[in-house]
């Protein structure tokens, strides 16, 4: 069963109903009522049990021809009816690395293809994939790599954490990444999945709508959260790009952004279009709570769960863009830890503009947090 939506009951699969209709039908057959020890009764409650089951495979398959309720293989067979045909596979982190050589040499220097850098740990692998040289006279070349293992573990590298050279080449002296790795993304899931699916719809058109720029920049990677497209003047397109750890966008996302929405067969001839930053709207959180006498849970307990619930809301306030700073929400979430009551001296409600008017859009990004324990106290 897909956790997207429940499951349509095309049929019925309730085993009373359908042994109440077998046992009706074969007392029609035999001509008098069925009582609990009678042979008949028996085969009748057998025969519900096999046809419930039965009932139970014909729901599911008839619910795994809807995207909404599909999952796994069946969900990538209907891929084919949308615009998005085969689901986001594993994608491959890269960064800019500076190699460099001990002096300057009178003819090029060949950085083979498949030269590979890695972090001092050793545990992942980057590598070029063509050959590059360092021109005469020069000393350094900015080259591309790609980590050897697709999925999202191999970004986050800040620039110099990448300065292991393990294959040496001539004259090599030093190398070290200059951007941050980005760009790896573990295979869509099916909740992913199907989102893109919906939101590709829109690439149909080519007058470059909305949603078509926004669906073009989501598909790039599994770990981008939300996208905005606007229109700061005419003919001018801006798109905003918010990653799932509430991260704005590093250049190596930004560039394949541009690179997907730019492409002849997206990007309508009069456009012009940007990967901008949005703008971050910060925030403290500063909460004092108090645990009620009777409680069964201990302090710890319940400091464990409010951590966990600022956590969460925390999470929450930047999973999309133009999502209100709302201490309504935090206090609801705080309230199903078990304390008694909150004080919350911040954040204050504030208004976070969600681009649709053009302007940057926003995004709520948590400064500081003060969590205090007020006690216990009676009801």
């Given at each position: ?7 349509y009951q095309?049929i019925?699969t ?17 001509g ?9 009764t028996l085969?009748a ?9 039965l ?5 599911y398959?008839a619910?795994?021809n ?17 615009y998005?045909?085969e ?20 003819g090029?220097?060949?950085i083979?293809?498949g ?7 050793k545990?992942?692998?980057?590598a070029?994939e063509?050959?590059?040289?360092i021109p005469a006279g020069?000393?350094?070349?900015e ?6 293992t697709?999925g999202?573990?191999?970004n986050?590298?800040?620039?110099g ?14 190398c070290?990444?200059i951007?941050?790795?980005d760009?790896?993304a ?19 058109s ?8 926004e669906y ?8 981008i959260?939300d ?8 003919g ?22 541009l ?5 002849e067969?997206v ?10 930053d949005?703008?971050?709207?910060e925030?403290?959180?500063?909460i004092t709570?108090y645990i009620?006498?009777d ?6 307990e319940?400091q464990?769960?409010?951590?966990v ?8 306030q ?8 709302n201490?309504?929400k ?5 309230m199903?830890?078990?304390i008694?009551r ?5 954040p ?5 503009n969600?681009?649709?008017?053009g302007q940057?859009?926003?995004v ?15 009801e």
């Open positions: 069963m897909s956790s997207r939506n429940p499951d095309f019925v309730d085993a009373g109903i359908l042994t109440d209709d077998l046992e009706k039908l074969f007392e029609q057959i035999v008098h009522a069925l009582h609990a020890a009678d042979p008949e085969i409650r057998w025969g519900a049990a096999a046809y419930v089951q009932c139970a495979l014909i729901n398959a619910n795994q809807i995207p909404s309720r599909a999952e796994g293989t069946n969900l990538d067979a209907l891929g084919e009816l949308f998005l045909h689901r986001p596979g594993d994608k491959y982190s890269h960064c800019t690395m500076r190699f460099t050589i001990s002096q300057a040499q009178p090029a220097i060949l083979p293809g030269t590979r850098v890695s972090n001092d740990e545990t992942i692998a980057w070029t063509d050959d590059y040289y020069e000393t350094t070349a080259l591309p790599v790609y980590c050897q697709a999202a573990s191999s986050g590298y800040a620039p954490a990448i300065k292991t050279c393990v294959d040496i080449f001539d004259y090599y002296l030093k070290e990444n951007t941050e790795t760009g790896g573990d295979a869509a899931t099916d909740d992913e999945f199907y989102e893109l699916l919906r939101a590709s719809e829109d690439a149909w080519t007058a470059g709508p909305k949603g078509a720029y073009h920049a989501m598909q790039v990677s599994t770990e959260q996208v905005v497209a606007n229109t700061p003047q005419p001018h397109v801006a798109l905003y790009v918010l990653m799932k750890d509430g991260k704005l966008a590093g250049e190596e996302i930004k560039n394949a952004v690179a997907a929405c730019s492409a067969d990007r309508p001839l009069t456009d012009f279009v940007e990967v901008a949005p703008e971050e709207v925030y403290d959180i500063d709570y009620p006498n409680s069964t849970k201990s302090s710890a319940i464990n769960a409010v951590e619930a600022v956590e969460s809301f925390t999470q929450w930047y999973a999309n863009f133009g999502r209100d700073i201490p309504s935090l206090i609801a979430m705080l199903e830890t078990g008694k909150v004080e919350v001296a911040s204050e409600f504030t208004k976070v969600d681009g649709s008017d940057k859009p926003q709520a990004k948590c400064k500081t947090r003060s969590i205090k324990s007020g006690g216990r106290e009676s």
